[in-house]
């Protein structure tokens, strides 16, 4: 099977790092081949995704072409979105993550891409909408909640290495809550019931930022409305 590699970036070179030791043959090229058969991975801006996409098929008829952007829809039996549902960087492992894929329905696809030891599970045609919104809220949103946690225990005069340990020992162990018991992994405040602290804490932040003050009012809001809700259906 050949395995082709357009582009360097932090895909790119995770996907490099993990084909290397599993003796897969790839080549990293810097433009679109010819005539060739296989699989091409394209490992590149959003931007530049759909012209590759559209050059690769034009010179190469039988090659499968896999990209990685969620915010690029192409319909060719031949093109597959190869989403990783993770953050990644340069040094990301990718055994350890678990990809979706859309495109065609193609078992002999499915097969190729299986040769090169990626965990993937086939999601259908496209990605809706829905699909997009859960991606952002697993990934932006825990981003952004731990960089303001960071920045409110720095006010409170923790240093940097134990206002790490602190959020990240946090975030861990409350994920593993709520995967565990759903719901009921969810503590704190709003999950008890106990106005009166977040009152407390949302003036405390008021007087930092108001923005972000209104921001936790309306989270703390909408996880005393999830509990509600979750009563009054049992």
Known sequence: M????????NVGTALSNFLQPR???YEILEKVPESKSGIIF???SDSAVK??????????????????????????????LLHPYSSINKKSKLNQILFTLWGEKSPVFEEMLKKTGLNFVYCGRNPDQLYHA????????????????LRLLKLSGFSKEV???LVL?????SLD???????????????RGEKEVLLNEINALSEKDKEFAELFKSVNEAISRLFSDELKNR
Request: aromatic share 10%.
């Open 163 to 165: 206002s790490e340990k």
């Open 2 to 9: 050949n395995v082709f590699l357009i582009g360097q970036g």
């Open 23 to 25: 003796r897969i043959t």
């Open 169 to 173: 020992q946090l975030v861990n162990s």
């Open 51 to 80: 012209p590759l996409l559209e050059e690769t098929l034009q010179k190469n008829p039988e090659i499968f072409a896999v990209h990685f952007s969620a915010a690029t829809h192409f319909e060719n039996e031949r093109v597959f």
């Open 177 to 191: 809550n709520v995967f565990r018991d759903g719901i009921k992994g969810i503590t704190g405040p709003a999950a």
């Open 134 to 149: 859960s991606a952002v809220m697993s990934g932006n949103f825990t981003q952004f909640f731990a960089v303001h946690a």
């Open 42 to 44: 394209l490992a590149v």
